[in-house]
């Protein structure tokens, strides 16, 4: 594991009209990042007029429509791998809504990059075969499938974000 002196941070925003709330909230656990040692990739309109107003230092925007394609995720993924592979930084975050229901959604924030132990994952009352792992953890030690794993994490997070409106 490498020292964190720079991260980059995916910030998705959604672009209607009606989601000040949600975007503020958003927002305001981006701001608590120092500008210095940040870098960010906008996913969404609103995310870019943040980044230019705050004066953040944003390496990419990205634009998505009403209906968001996998596709779309797929280039900003690559986008920030590539910033993590190339070692242009030391961490990659996502900062999203977490729908909870339509009157909830709360700010989220992910490491992306680099992919670490996953924690959390419990299945009640069940007595898995003693060499099995979760789809995720297999996904996850497999470097062939990581790409699709973190790509389908992004696209699920932009999705939420445009259906919280």
Known sequence: MREIRKRAIILVAADKGLCGALNTNVFRLA?????ESTVFIAA???????????????VAEFAYSDAPRFPDAKAIAVFASDLFLKGEVDQVLLIATKFINTLMQEPRCLEYLPVGEIKGMKIPEWNPKPNWQPIPARCCSNPALRPSLACFSLFTSISTCIRSC
Do not use: S
Request: net charge positive; aromatic share 10%.
């Open 44 to 58: 969404g309109r609103r995310a870019a007029q943040f980044l230019a107003r705050t004066r953040r230092q944003m």
């Open 31 to 35: 701001a608590k990042y120092d500008p």
